[in-house]
């Protein structure tokens, strides 16, 4: 193993420990220091967390994030199409394997959120700044483009990324085996997709722009299908 995989491994590693970590059991750790949370501030502590996540994950991979950044920035109209045509695929893809999924078990929707149902508050402002902004950076940092950095095939990268997303996202759920397994499906296998666009360009920001795209349209768009 080289150098360059024995750092992608202890990256991929450390921040996955430090996603986990603080995803199930930041409540946890501030009850033993003796912070308690007011349920009125909940979703604060919640952006708190997640921000938190995010800043480590930058700081573990922040060379290659900024590097990233420079070559969407230079080519920035292929890269929107790229964005935006990833972000159609990635619908599609969610709407076919549900429907397949439908077949057999029913899971209850599609897995989309509509955030703009439902008039804005305070609270509801800020989950969208969670799950639209900021989980999936997280999300598209540690899995296409963390795995990538040590497998370099385009296909074992995506199957690799989608298994590891599923399991660790199947371990927070603290169900059966079963029901998690069908709520993690989809989920892990939009991740494969999604690791596989990244490797069609190297660039995070363009799967990130997708994927913004694909969390906070998602909904909208499968109106009309």
Known sequence: MTKENVKGVLQLLFSVAIYYIVSNYFYDILNKINIHVPKDQTMWFELGKYILIALLVFLIYRSQIKGSKHRYAKN?????????????????????????????????????????????????????????????????VLFPLGVSNIVKNATTASIVSGLLYGLI???????TIEIAFFIVLVPSLIMMLITYLYKTNNSIWMVYVSYVLYIAFGSFVLRYF
């Not at 292929?78 to 159609?88: N, P, Q």
């Not at 429907?99 to 609270?123: C, E, K, M, Q, S």
């Not at 996202?169 to 169900?175: D, E, I, K, P, R």
């Open 169 to 175: 996202y199947a371990l927070g759920l603290h169900t």
């Open 76 to 140: 920035r109209l292929m890269s929107i199409i790229f964005s935006v045509g990833a972000f159609v695929v990635l619908v599609l893809a969610n709407y076919v394997l549900h429907r397949i999924i439908f077949l057999f078990h029913d899971v209850g929707g599609f897995g989309f959120v509509d955030y703009f149902a439902n008039p804005f508050t305070l609270n509801s402002i800020i989950e969208m700044i969670i799950d639209i902004i900021i989980k999936p950076f997280i999300l598209i």
